[in-house]
């Protein structure tokens, strides 16, 4: 086991130290509990940016994820929902060499925006929350600038929980 | 660096036990919920009206005194031999988690199907109050449950599931309301429908306190011929009373027709005239009892007919005439079951006990029926002549 660990430490680039920032765009999905209750869970696909400021195992920055809940019901009487949620971040890494696994727990504010459909009348409101998550991932730096992280985290807000998954396309702007 | 490590790990888990999983929904004044729902007035024009829920003391669940729900069930259906179905409920569906945004001091329903299950659940504080200002939810325990987008499984060799429907299930006092994919209202929204289906418990809850040791005496006994038609009276009168108490609660005579499309709503206007008769169900000459249409029929004759009364005493006279009929009728269906036939002569005249008719109203009454005896009684009494004698078209 020590000279499996020794081989990815070598492999990943060993301990260095190292200061940096990482930004891209996220793509994913994310997962949430339906009125329903139980387990039913419904999934809508999100984007938006994340920004971490990297410092030797330590990365930490905000995220920005946004997805829509298609109007669900029926012609007459529908509500659909759009959502965004920003929230400051902090990960730790294991490693600090290429590829380097993680975990992070993160808290913000998720701003939900509620339509409702009923005959010709139309409402829009909105309303936010306190959203917290812990999750983990991996981080890869694949060439001097540029990385990819995957991450998947568990959240919650409200009486809402969910899985999200996403996959940052980042670089590591040089100054 | 391991110390610093354990802080952050410590500090995660604060964060997520400490503003962990404690509802968000605080209730405002008097432990009330002010939420913004679906609402229809009383000529059927739906609109989103913000109310005030009394009863609910838990906004995730929308569980309170008044109704518990679940959703998402599923019962199954078999037709037996003698024609009637049997129901059993395999799935009992989960206790729902409604979401919400808060918009000062409301609670906005974040998606359609809270918004149904809201909506439900105020229909159903309105129509138990409309109920108690007539003593008519003597014999019902609450909270009562609501089992809402419950699958319906026929078990006829094809599978198929009913929906667009709802239903009272007496033998388990559950309120059963099937999936909904029209283009209109749903029904968990349309005060009417449930009034309707509330009336078919308080009336099931007389029927145990007068007749149920009664019927338990008589068993399965319905290929005799006059208790064959004493019940299917008796479920027309079930079914009539519960359309007049949908439009007496939502003033709407159509109400049916904001939710549904069905073939067999479509005689279901209780402002279009309908006659009133006596036949409709007999025994085969296998002795099986056939009810024609399971009583809608005279149920839509009782229905029209007190509405009729609406329009000469107002609702709230003829909301009254109908509640003390409920327990003349039952006492009467007691005794009499297995005896005589319980017919119009016998049941209009329990209408107007305590509010005799105006000679008005028994010329439309006269309109109503071909059976002269069915309001001879009553209409006589009051002008002390000859009675009105035939029918008039």
Not at chain 2, 206 to 217: D, G, S
């Amino acid at each position: 086991m020590k000279t499996v660990l020794i081989a990815i430490l070598l492999w990943s680039g060993g301990a260095r130290a190292e200061s940096a920032l990482f930004v891209g765009p996220i793509f994913g999905e994310t997962s949430y509990s339906t009125s329903s209750g139980g387990t039913n869970r419904d999934s809508q696909s999100s984007y938006g940016g994340e920004g971490l400021y990297v410092w030797n195992n330590w990365m930490g920055g905000l995220s920005y994820s946004e997805y829509s809940v298609a109007p669900t019901g029926n012609s007459t009487f529908n509500v659909g929902q759009d959502d965004k949620d920003i929230e400051a971040e902090i990960k730790y890494r294991f490693l600090m060499g290429p590829l380097s696994p993680f975990i992070g727990l993160g808290a913000g504010t998720l701003i939900q925006t509620v339509k409702t459909s009923l005959f010709e009348a139309n409402e829009s409101d909105q309303g936010d929350f306190f959203i917290k998550e812990v999750g983990g991932g991996v981080l890869w730096k694949f060439m001097s600038n540029f990385g990819v992280s995957a991450t998947a985290e568990y959240y919650q807000y409200s009486n809402v929980t969910g899985f999200k998954y996403y996959i940052t396309l980042g670089f590591f702007p040089v100054f | 660096m391991k110390s610093v490590f354990q802080i952050f790990l410590m500090s995660f888990w604060a964060l997520f036990c400490a503003l962990g999983c404690s509802s968000t929904f605080e209730p405002g004044a008097g432990g009330t919920y002010k939420v913004r729902i679906p609402i229809s007035d009383r000529a059927g024009h739906y609109h989103l009206e913000t109310v005030t829920l009394t009863s609910v003391t838990n906004l995730s669940s929308l569980s309170g005194s008044v109704v518990n729900l679940r959703v998402n069930g599923q019962t199954q259906e078999h037709l037996q031999s003698n024609g009637m179905k049997q129901v059993w409920i395999t799935n009992m569906g989960t206790v729902p988690t409604a979401h919400f945004i808060k918009s000062g001091d409301v609670y906005i329903p974040a998606d359609h199907e809270t918004s149904v299950m809201t909506t439900l659940v105020y229909q159903f504080e309105q129509i138990k109050s409309f109920y108690d200002k007539y003593n008519g939810n003597s014999g019902l325990s609450f909270p009562r449950t609501a089992l809402l987008n419950m699958r319906r499984v026929i078990s006829d060799g094809t599978n198929r599931e009913a929906r667009n429907n709802v239903e009272y299930v007496a033998g388990l006092d559950f309120f059963v309301i099937q999936p909904y994919d029209q283009d209109l209202m749903p029904i968990p929204t349309n005060g009417g429908i449930l009034a309707h289906e509330w009336w078919h418990s308080a009336f099931e809850a007389k029927r145990k306190f007068y007749a149920e040791t009664r019927e338990n005496a008589l068993g399965n006994t319905q290929t005799n011929r006059l208790i064959c038609r004493n019940y299917y009276q008796y479920s027309g009168l079930n079914e009539g009373i519960a359309d007049y108490f949908g439009y007496a609660y939502s003033g709407h005579t159509f109400f049916g027709a904001d939710s549904l499309n069905s073939a067999y709503i479509s005689n279901r206007d209780l402002s279009d005239p309908k006659s009133l008769t006596d036949e409709g169900a007999d025994t085969d000459e296998a002795g099986v009892c056939k009810a024609k249409d399971e009583g809608y029929s005279l149920g839509a004759g009782i229905g029209h007919f007190l509405y009729v009364l609406s329009e000469d005493w107002g609702i709230d006279e003829a909301t009254k005439a109908a509640f003390n009929f409920l327990n003349m009728y039952m006492r009467l269906y007691n005794t009499d079951v297995d005896k005589t036939f319980i017919g119009l002569k016998r049941i209009l005249p329990l209408f107007f006990e305590n509010h005799p008719p105006s000679a008005a109203l028994c010329e439309k009454i006269q309109k109503l029926t071909s059976i002269p005896e069915a309001y001879s009684g009553f209409c006589l009494k009051l002008s002390d002549s000859k009675p009105l004698e035939g029918k008039n078209k």
